[in-house]
């Protein structure tokens, strides 16, 4: 059957994208695959469970459903709870058995009062704002504070230490600092409780800051082949896990001076033939891609002329549509032939970052898995 909008994800890429990761963290230090936001669009649960055959031992989410999800299919990994969170929220991820992150006594009672009511252990990091500027405490004696706090209560588990740094992937000066002030911090914390978990660096930072790694790295992007730095994943030996696919749903000639779709932005100038594909943005292919984007169709680019619709976009296949035709495979996202569209080439025309491109990705494209084009079931 012919898919009108198809993401195909290569759960063996993410498998060796973990496993490239792991090998750049070293053997000492845990990786944490990041799963939020629908594993950035490629589907939170085979998504996982990819990530943990590749190596990754911790996965994490910002949101209480996100959690409840990946225990609802069985998955029994530790599960980092990131975000911040609501009073019903709270309950939501601790049921699920998620870590919890604090930075205040207030949560602390909250999630004390949780744990004595259900008679369960309650599993708690506290966090460190180093430069961020959102969720964490930037006083360190404060967060020190609430650390042993939590390490004195019979109902509650310290676990870890985290903080999130803001410009791994363009300032190296800066992080460097802020990953001394968490280390700093990080030995204070360890007189508290010796083991605990210890973990700063994102994709970027595990990549191309050594002493961020600490005990434990949380990627995202890298998890998926995205490059964090924006330019080609293959540069650090990430690959590419998601393609977006259509097919050419009508082929029609277009004569000089006539237009095509809202607003009659594009009017041809010559004869011309449009293919138009059965995808737009309720799928998550951006209207700003209109006129700003190409296709690859039969192996070869071409552009994608008018403005991006709901469900379909047009796309210029020249003068002679010969080797084109209506059921032809059309790739958005992905490789043809010797031809590739990366996430980070689509970024760049419309000035965002590549984790946008596969996140803007609604649950309307249906998510097709396979390992290196076997199929496999979600």
């Known amino acids: 059957m012919r898919l009108r909008a198809q993401a195909r994800v290569n759960l063996a890429a993410i498998e060796r994208n973990c496993a490239r990761l792991r090998s750049v963290a070293g053997a000492e230090t845990a990786l944490c695959a990041v799963v939020k936001a629908n594993a950035y669009g490629h589907g939170t649960v085979p998504a996982a469970r990819a990530a943990l055959a590749g190596g990754a031992e911790w996965l994490a989410v910002a949101a209480a459903d996100e959690a409840v999800e990946l225990r ?18 709270l309950s939501v991820a601790l049921q699920a ?16 009062a949780w744990a004595r009511e259900t008679g369960r252990l309650a599993r708690v990091h506290v966090k460190l704002d180093v430069g961020m500027g959102r969720l964490g405490v930037r006083d360190a004696d404060e967060l020190l504070a609430i650390a042993r706090e939590v390490d004195a209560a019979p109902e509650l588990e310290l676990v870890g230490a985290m903080t999130h740094l803001p410009c791994a992937d363009v300032d190296g000066e800066r992080t460097a600092v802020e990953v001394e002030r968490f280390r ?3 030995e204070r914390l360890r007189a508290v409780r010796a083991d ?10 595990t990549l191309s800051v050594p002493e961020a790694r600490l005990d434990m790295v949380r990627c995202g ?5 995205l490059d964090p730095f ?26 000089p001076g006539e237009s095509v779709g809202y607003g009659a932005t594009f009017t041809a100038r010559e004869p011309t033939w449009i293919a138009t594909l059965p995808i737009g943005y309720g799928d998550g292919w951006r209207r700003a891609f209109s006129d700003n984007a190409e296709v690859l169709i039969g192996g070869r680019r071409c552009r994608l002329v008018g403005r991006v619709s709901m469900d379909n976009v047009t796309v210029d296949v020249g003068p002679d549509p010969v080797g084109v035709a209506e059921g032809d495979e059309a790739v958005l996202l992905g490789v ?33 898995y396979h390992r290196n084009g076997a199929a496999v079931s979600a």
């Open 72 to 89: 609802a299919a069985g998955v029994e990994a530790p599960v980092l709870m990131m975000g911040a969170l609501s009073a019903d929220e």
């Open 97 to 112: 058995g998620a870590d919890v992150v604090a930075w205040r006594a207030g949560f602390v009672e909250a999630v004390r």
């Open 184 to 186: 700093a911090f990080g």
């Open 196 to 205: 605990v978990v210890l973990h700063a660096a994102n994709s970027a930072a």
């Open 221 to 225: 992007v890298a998890v998926y082949g």
């Open 230 to 255: 924006g330019v080609d994943p293959g540069e650090h030996g990430l690959e590419p896990a998601l393609e977006l696919r259509s097919y050419v749903g009508a082929l029609k000639p277009l004569a």
């Open 336 to 368: 043809a032939g010797a031809e590739r569209v990366t996430a980070e080439e689509l970024a760049r025309r419309i000035d965002t970052i590549n984790y946008e491109i596969t996140t803007a990705l609604t649950a309307r494209p249906t998510r097709v």
